[in-house]
């Protein structure tokens, strides 16, 4: 179980272009998901939180016009990265929190590789 | 004072040997723990959480030491699919289930 898919994985685009992933819980219902976004041989930075039905909640110095974030279903994140340029290039990475009583254990999607040139 | 902070690495060690794993965290109001593993150029996966008694899961064994704001993760009889970058990770405590990840410690088994 906690199964969580993220599509697509890989991306190569145009500098410029919008770039839409999509986050799913597969087999649970995720009222958080949490967006990563993590540089070669760094840590995972958190971008935001995802609430369903809610707006996101963005870390310092992450800007919300620039990463769109809309949880529109209880199984359902996507982010968008608008007029992405070459150093948005990284390695995305969503996580569900199956909120149950004892434990906020967040599992992870596979990832999607960006890359803008 | 980074929020989690690991040992730098990276670690090298022969089939079947025992390597530990260190981690302070800054938070003090931080409620729960948890190491994970990552592949190269995978997500992160859960390996086990870390609870104040300590726990064990096979070979892997975890330790919390809240006064000193310390854990650790031992593995024992290390195997070649023991290679991987370990992450300590920490919540921000309370109801704040957001998870600060430390930078990793890559880990090689050699035959």
């Known amino acids: 179980g906690a199964v969580v898919s993220q599509h697509p994985s890989r991306v190569i685009c145009k500098s410029g272009t919008s770039v839409k992933i999509e986050c799913r819980s597969l087999?649970?219902?995720?009222?958080?998901m949490f967006w990563y976004r993590q540089f070669p041989k760094k840590s995972l930075m958190l971008m935001a939180t995802?609430?369903?039905?809610?707006?996101?909640?963005?870390e310092q110095g992450v800007e919300k016009d620039k990463f769109l974030i809309n949880h529109a279903s209880l199984t359902l994140s996507t982010l968008t990265v608008t007029s992405a340029h070459p150093e948005d290039s990284s390695f995305y990475i969503c996580?569900?929190?199956?909120?149950?009583?004892?434990?906020?254990?967040?599992?992870f999607g596979p990832g999607t590789r960006l890359t803008v040139l | 004072r980074k929020e989690v902070e690991q040992d730098p690495g990276p670690f090298n060690v022969p089939e079947g040997a025992t390597v530990a794993f260190n981690c302070t965290y800054s938070n003090s109001a931080s409620q729960s723990f948890f190491w994970y593993r990552q592949d190269c150029r995978k997500e992160p996966k859960l390996l086990m959480s870390?609870?104040?008694s300590g726990n064990e899961d096979g070979r892997f064994t975890a330790q919390l030491n809240r006064a000193s704001q310390y854990i650790s993760l031992l593995i024992r009889d290390s195997k070649l699919s023991d290679s991987a970058t370990y992450l300590c990770?920490?919540?921000?405590?309370?109801?704040?289930?957001?998870?600060?990840f430390g930078k990793g410690t890559l880990l090689t088994v050699n035959p």
């Open positions: 995802s609430n369903e039905g809610s707006k996101a909640t963005y």
């Open positions: 870390v609870y104040s």
């Open positions: 087999d649970f219902q995720a009222t958080t």
């Open positions: 990770v920490v919540n921000g405590g309370g109801s704040n289930y957001k998870l600060t």
């Open positions: 996580s569900a929190s199956e909120v149950l009583a004892s434990t906020d254990t967040q599992y």
